[in-house]
């Protein structure tokens, strides 16, 4: 990604989402996924429903995603995946809690990951939802991680 950093003003919270979002970013900080930051990038704080009725922070990356060289990793197609399936006997589900999170992003990214709120700038060190290509990414990972088990 080239050019001048994107920056933009922290967007007003009801006091529900900020009260959320406070606990949210103080427990990511605890778990060592974020960090304050004097980032000269910052994307404003978006605030979405779980279907648990709780709130999800993320980061609203679409200026950032606007100047983000595609990701061409290919996602699988869900009919081939489910064609390889149909002859399976046995399945196991696996629940990656904070799936993106589990993933350490780039030295030379962090800073762009940068969110702004009603209370500081923060920024990831693992990576955060809404990125443009964090879905290739989790993929790439995850069928990385994936094939190790199964060669090991």
Known sequence: ?????THARARRL???KLAAAKNVFLQMEEMGIVRRSKSAWSSPLDIV???NGKW???GDYR???A?????RYPLPHIQDFNNHLASCKVFSKIDL???YHQIPMAPSS?????????????EFLRMPFGLKNAAQSHGWSTARRAFCLCVS
């Open 1 to 5: 990604m080239d050019g001048p950093p």
């Open 14 to 16: 009801n006091l529900e």
């Open 49 to 51: 429903p779980k279907p």
């Open 56 to 58: 999800r922070p993320c």
């Open 63 to 65: 200026r950032l995603n």
């Open 67 to 71: 100047s983000t060289d595609d990701d």
């Open 97 to 99: 809690i904070r799936g």
């Open 110 to 122: 962090i800073a762009k990951t940068a969110v702004i709120t009603p209370f500081g700038l923060w």
